[in-house]
Each structure stands twice: as structure tokens, then as C-alpha cells.
């Protein structure tokens, strides 16, 4: 599958988190826990990844197509999300 994003968007979060959309790849290519995002109604199925990257637990909401995965934001995880990330590594 392709990574993709919108450019504008990567400029907003590489200032806002310091993290790139770029390495959404080796975040997903690692051990990761994914989940339905249907918090509200976004008119498209969205998802929550987390993984790793560079020894911190990384956030991705993303959306995906067949052939693509959109990239919508990315940023660490708070200490509640990294304790659901590993928990669910381990079961």
C-alpha cells in the first residue's frame, strides 16, 4: 500500500508535533494496534494506529483505500494510550 497525505497538513503537524508524515511507513511496519475510529461521524471509516518510532508510542489516524493509506495526523501518545498500546501487544 502507498502512504499518502495532504501536504499542507504534514507542514502542520511537523510544526505542531515534530513528527512527519513521512515516517508513518515505519511506524506501520513495525508491531502496531489498530482500531476503528467512529468517535463521530466523519463520512469515511477512519482508523487509530499505534507503533513505535524511534522508542516512543506514535498515534496515526488515518483513513484507507484499497491501494492507499491516507495519513490525517500523527503525534506521541499520551501515557493512557501508551499503557493500551503495550497492554494489547502483550494479550
Do not use: P
Not at 37 to 50: P, T
Not at 53 to 78: K, N, P, W, Y
Amino acid at each position: 500500500m502507498d502512504f499518502i497525505w495532504d501536504t499542507a497538513k504534514r507542514q502542520i503537524n511537523l510544526k505542531k508535533h515534530r513528527l512527519d508524515f513521512a515516517d508513518a511507513e515505519r511506524v506501520c511496519s513495525g508491531e502496531t494496534f489498530t482500531f476503528e475510529d467512529d468517535r463521530f461521524a466523519y463520512g469515511q471509516q477512519r482508523f487509530i494506529s499505534m507503533g513505535l518510532l524511534r522508542g516512543d508510542v506514535i498515534i496515526i489516524v488515518h483513513a484507507e483505500t484499497e491501494e492507499t493509506i491516507r495519513i490525517i495526523s500523527m503525534r506521541r501518545a499520551e501515557k493512557h494510550e501508551q499503557r493500551l498500546y503495550f497492554s494489547n501487544l502483550s494479550s
